[in-house]
Structures are given as C-alpha cells and as structure tokens.
C-alpha cells in the first residue's frame, strides 16, 4: 500500500538554528514528490516539486532533497515566519491520487 | 492568493442536511481536486476530476458527490450530513493530472 510518513511531528527551533525535516514514502513507482507549507486555517501554498533521486530545489533558506526513500526539507537559518505546517505529498505511477502525509508542525522561536 | 477560488468560506447547518460546495480553478487548469481536512486528521483526498472526467477516487463517502462543469468549475455535494462532516474542504487545481495543485482558501463546514 503507497504510503507517506513525516517526521518529527512538531519541531521547534531558535532563529537561526538550521534543521531537517522527513518525508519517508512507500509507492510502487514514483511520479513526483511535493513540498507544501500550510498556515492554519489556510490552504497548503505549493513549495517544490521533485521527480528522481538526487534531485535538488532550493527557495530561500528551505531546500528539498530526494532520495529512493525519502525526501528531506532542510531549513537554514529559520525566522519566525517560517513557522508552518509542512506537508509533502506523492504521486505514484499508473495513479492520478495524490497521498499527503501528517505533516510536521515547525514553530521558530524569536 | 493561488487564484482558485472556493465558496462559501464557511457553512453551519444541522445533522441531516445537504450542502454544496464550489470551486473555480485558475484560468487554464483543467483538474480539480477535492480534499477534507478535520483536526485529528490530515489532508484526505476525496475526488480528482480532469476537463470534466472523474479521473480518480480516494477515501469520499457514498454520501459525498462531485462534478465538473464545461467551465472547469467543480462542486462537491455533501448530502445526509453527520457531525464527523465538520471539517475544512479545500479544492486545489493543476493545468493536467501530474502537476502541482495550487489550493484555494478552503470552505468550514460545521455540522450541528
């Protein structure tokens, strides 16, 4: 079964101290693997898109990394508004579903 | 903004009723999505359609119906409604079915 895990759940981090976050997905075949930031109350904004391992996209101080496994969202030197939820969803091969995970609840502490 | 917008932004009514909710893509997308969102939950998708063809199903109940009109605007009809309906239900939309979505503001339904 194609399946999304997120980790850690909730992060807090000071300003300017630089972490990851973990997308972890099981498919049988990956289309493409996507980053979004949600606000609460708000619809996910769209981040970045990766579709092979290896593939690297960067917008501002967030970068998204791809593995076989997994994805990782590094953040370099937070500031308080970047505090969010951070979604990432897949898409698998021979499907047009898209499986979100949970989410990881970033907080940046001034 | 993302450019897709939904209606109404949010929506109270009693157990047992039926509801609509509408959502117009951004100019050029021809795919519509639709997804719940509850607290204890994260984002279910419910129904993908693509100028006007259902093109996939996720977890939506029998309750739940969905369209897309020639104009490229959706609406999901919720019908028989419970009090685990009370969510946030937001569309997104993508120019095909292998894009990214962009996702409107969401409508609040609260179920009393």
């Known amino acids: 079964e194609d399946q999304v895990t997120q980790s850690p759940e909730a992060l807090r981090l000071q300003e300017g101290e630089s972490s990851s976050l973990n997308c972890s997905y099981t498919v049988s075949g990956l289309r493409g693997l996507f980053w979004y930031r949600q606000d609460p109350g708000k619809g996910p904004e769209f981040l970045f898109t990766?579709?092979?391992a290896g593939e690297e996209k960067e917008k501002e101080r967030l970068k998204a990394t791809l593995t076989k496994k997994e994805s990782f969202l590094h953040i370099t030197a937070p500031k308080p508004e970047d505090s969010a939820t951070y979604l990432c969803a897949v898409q698998a091969r021979g499907t047009y579903k898209y499986i979100f995970g949970t989410g990881t609840r970033l907080k940046v502490l001034a | 903004d993302s450019g897709v917008t939904q209606t109404p932004k949010h929506l109270i009514t009693a157990t047992g009723q039926r509801v609509t909710l509408r959502c117009s893509p951004r100019s050029g997308d021809l795919s519509v999505y639709w997804y719940q969102q509850s607290l204890d939950q994260g984002l279910q998708f419910l129904i993908q359609?693509?100028?006007?063809?259902?093109?996939a199903k996720g977890n939506i109940l029998e309750r739940f119906s969905a369209q897309q009109f020639p104009d490229l605007h959706s609406e999901l009809n919720l019908s028989s409604l419970e009090l685990g309906d009370s969510a946030l239900y937001f569309c997104a939309s993508s120019p095909s079915p292998n894009n990214e979505q962009f996702f409107g503001p969401g409508t609040r339904l609260t179920v009393l």
């Open positions: 990766l579709y092979s």
């Open positions: 359609y693509y100028n006007g063809e259902e093109r």
